[in-house]
């Protein structure tokens, strides 16, 4: 059953992308076949990436668990496939953006990001596509498998009371937090001057200056700046719409003009077209935000704070009437745990920036601003208010029920699926490769014996 639990905490490095770095040769070739399905040794290193490891014996272990979660994550395509499971490409891109948003906000920002990678956030996002859209049609099956598994309150007695005292769960501490955004904005003669320089630069590219060098040395897209300007092909839906407008107007190689998205000020130029994808190369230049547009929004935030603690507006409705962050202004500024999409975080699933504010506050308080990155508006601001702080402590039947239950109908759907990969097995054929015969786990999917094995 442990396999199985690894499906959803491993499956992130599907979607994610691979944090080998660029000089890392994994071992390739085929490790497993499942079906019409082969899972190779470098699917096994890519996943393996998300897993600490302490020793070379805890790294075969590893593998081993790896390979099997693999295998029974093969088995659910399968099925998704049988079963004609398809991913509408708006739901994909939708899901794409969410994802891509937690990453960029636990990096600090949208070049964060990039520089990590060493690629443009399209090129990531691309890089993502056909791996969350397997992964999603795998959590799918899932879902349709265990859609009626259901606990009821004795079940849930009945599992807690087959937990050892001395093995109980300790609990974190968890804490419910709301913010309220607000992003310095140029000033107006910053967004001109910003203007002029595109302006001058595309003047420079059509007398005959090198697109690529101008990129370069000018461009505040520093990730594709470092590749002439090159964003690779990307599907148009993932570009920003005034971009992606101006780019499918344009001829191949032909230079736009100015154009603004909410990025700041683009160059465009087209290299191709396949089907809906776009190969463009652009030259971002961003209005610089000076101290005085900092320090603007810094006072509103300071005033917005004063009218909260005096009572003349509450910080949920601050937030729905104020605050600039999409994602929880309509929840009164609620930060939900997207793991788990509830408001209560565990402490040690906080970024480093809200742990680092709500340290040392008790439950009501209301920072002062504090500086806040949020994708590319990397100058915002907020105020960060500490709803609840729930302390850590031994698990506890009647205060930690929620949680208990949710332990215990994982346990049960956990089951189910694993009833369900050892049926689908039987009738699949499913081949381990010598190299894993190590693996004693993988030993089932050698014994079954039905017409279609070998």
């Known amino acids: 059953m442990k396999y199985l639990l690894l499906l959803a905490a491993l499956g992130a490095g599907m979607w994610r992308p691979s944090l080998a770095q660029s000089n890392d040769r994994p071992m390739d070739g085929v490790a497993a076949v499942v079906g019409t399905h082969s899972i190779l040794f470098s699917d096994l290193a890519r996943e393996m990436t998300t897993l600490p490891v302490t020793d070379s014996l805890a790294l075969a272990q590893q593998q081993c668990l790896v390979a099997d979660m693999l295998v029974q994550q093969k088995l659910l395509l399968i099925q998704a496939e049988e079963d004609s499971i398809t991913i509408d490409p708006k739901t994909l891109s939708s899901e794409i953006n969410r994802r891509m948003a937690y990453f960029i906000q636990q990096f600090g920002g949208v070049?964060?990001?990039?520089?990590?990678?060493?690629?443009?956030?399209?090129?990531?996002?691309?890089?993502?596509?056909?791996?969350?859209?397997?992964?999603?049609?795998?959590?799918?099956?899932r879902d349709k498998i265990v859609k009626n598994v259901y606990v009821t309150p004795s079940e849930v007695k009945a599992f807690f009371r087959k937990i050892p005292p001395d093995?109980?769960?300790?609990?974190?501490?968890?804490?419910?937090?709301?913010?309220?955004?607000?992003?310095p904005r140029p000033l107006p003669e910053d967004q001109q001057r910003a203007y002029e320089k595109a302006k001058e630069i595309r003047r420079r590219i059509l007398q005959g200056e090198s697109f690529e060098n101008l990129a370069i040395l000018y461009s505040d897209d520093?990730?594709?700046?470092?590749?002439?300007?090159?964003?690779?092909?990307v599907p148009a839906s993932d570009l920003d719409p005034a971009y992606a407008n101006v780019a499918r107007g344009l001829l191949i190689d032909s230079i736009s003009d100015v154009v603004k998205t909410q990025?700041?000020?683009?160059?465009?130029?087209?290299?191709?077209?396949?089907?809906?994808a776009l190969h463009t190369q652009h030259i971002l230049i961003r209005p610089r935000i000076t101290d005085?547009?900092?320090?603007?929004?810094?006072?509103?935030?300071?005033?917005?704070?004063?009218?909260?603690?005096?009572?003349?507006?509450?910080?949920?409705?601050?937030?729905?009437?104020?605050?600039?962050?999409?994602?929880?202004?309509?929840?009164?500024?609620?930060?939900?745990?997207?793991?788990?999409?509830?408001p209560y975080w565990f402490i040690d699933e906080l970024d480093l920036?809200?742990?680092?504010?709500?340290?040392?506050?008790?439950p009501?308080?209301?920072?002062?601003?504090?500086?806040?990155?949020?994708?590319a508006d990397s100058r915002a601001?907020?105020?960060?208010?500490?709803?609840?702080?729930?302390?850590?402590?031994?698990?506890?039947?009647?205060?930690?029920?929620?949680?208990?239950?949710?332990?215990?109908?994982?346990?049960?759907?956990?089951?189910?699926?694993?009833?369900?990969v050892e049926n689908k097995a039987r009738i699949t054929l499913i081949k381990i490769m010598p190299p894993l015969h190590y693996c004693k786990n993988l030993d089932k999917y050698q014994t079954h014996d039905h017409p279609n094995r070998p």
Do not use: C
Request: overall charge positive; hydrophobic content about 35%.
């Open 111 to 141: 070049e964060a990001l990039e520089q990590f990678y060493g690629k443009p956030l399209p090129a990531i996002k691309e890089e993502m596509r056909d791996p969350l859209r397997e992964l999603m049609k795998v959590e799918r099956i």
């Open 167 to 183: 093995s109980l769960p300790y609990f974190n501490m968890q804490v419910k937090v709301a913010h309220l955004v607000r992003k």
């Open 222 to 233: 520093i990730a594709s700046a470092t590749k002439g300007g090159d964003l690779g092909f």
């Open 263 to 276: 990025f700041g000020y683009h160059i465009i130029r087209l290299k191709g077209r396949r089907g809906d």
């Open 292 to 342: 005085e547009a900092v320090q603007h929004t810094i006072h509103q935030l300071d005033s917005l704070r004063q009218e909260i603690m005096a009572g003349h507006i509450s910080f949920e409705e601050a937030a729905q009437k104020y605050s600039e962050d999409i994602h929880t202004k309509n929840n009164g500024g609620l930060l939900f745990n997207p793991q788990t999409s509830k």
């Open 353 to 362: 920036g809200t742990f680092a504010v709500i340290d040392t506050m008790t």
């Open 364 to 375: 009501g308080q209301i920072s002062a601003p504090v500086p806040y990155r949020q994708g």
């Open 381 to 420: 601001y907020r105020l960060v208010h500490l709803i609840d702080k729930i302390p850590p402590h031994r698990a506890d039947l009647q205060k930690d029920w929620e949680h208990i239950a949710e332990m215990a109908l994982e346990q049960k759907k956990q089951a189910a699926l694993q009833r369900w």
